[in-house]
């Protein structure tokens, strides 16, 4: 299998993990690749243009982090990460989502960052803001479940959490939510983060 994945995408960074956690490392090649230029193979596996891909020994492709971590999940040895049914599949799925969303939020903030001052729009700024904050507190408040065993939406949140301080320092998290940084500081020491670190 090959994994079209950017090194800075928080996204992309899930299905990493998920491929050490699992095991997989043996079975997927790792292809850098660079969602903001024009790519015909990234295009050819994903209509989106977006990474990360994940294409198959049989030439189909699965996109979006969520498929591909769940199809990598079935394949791997060991306990599952998401488990197949019942109220805890749903919850950590509920959790996913949570980080997932903060993501959106954090990735439109640095895109529109990105833009001119003048054409960029403070109301959405502001919005996106209020997301993180929210989610961010939710997250805190399901520490609990967070320090469990290893599932997906462990891996999920310490991505989007480690992607706020990576890309969005200055939303300073961290000041007001020092359980959950003492969290992700367990989460980011183990090889699977240290080893997808977008810092390099």
Known sequence: MRLLFSSTSPYARKVRVVITEKGLEDRVTEVPTNPMEPDADLVAQNPLHKVPALVLDDGASLYDSRVICEYLDSLGPGPRL????GDTRWQTLRRQALADGILDAALSTVMERRRPEGERSQMW???????????????EGDLGALS???????????????????????????DSHGALAGWLNDMLARPAFRRTDPRG
Request: charged share 20%; aromatic share 8%.
């Open 148 to 174: 469990g065993t290893l599932d997906m939406s462990q891996i999920a949140v310490a991505s989007a959490l480690d992607y706020l301080d990576f890309r969005l320092p200055d939303l300073a998290w961290q």
């Open 82 to 85: 998401l488990s197949e049914s």
């Open 125 to 139: 700024l502001d919005r996106w803001r209020q997301a993180i904050t929210r989610g961010v507190a939710v997250a």
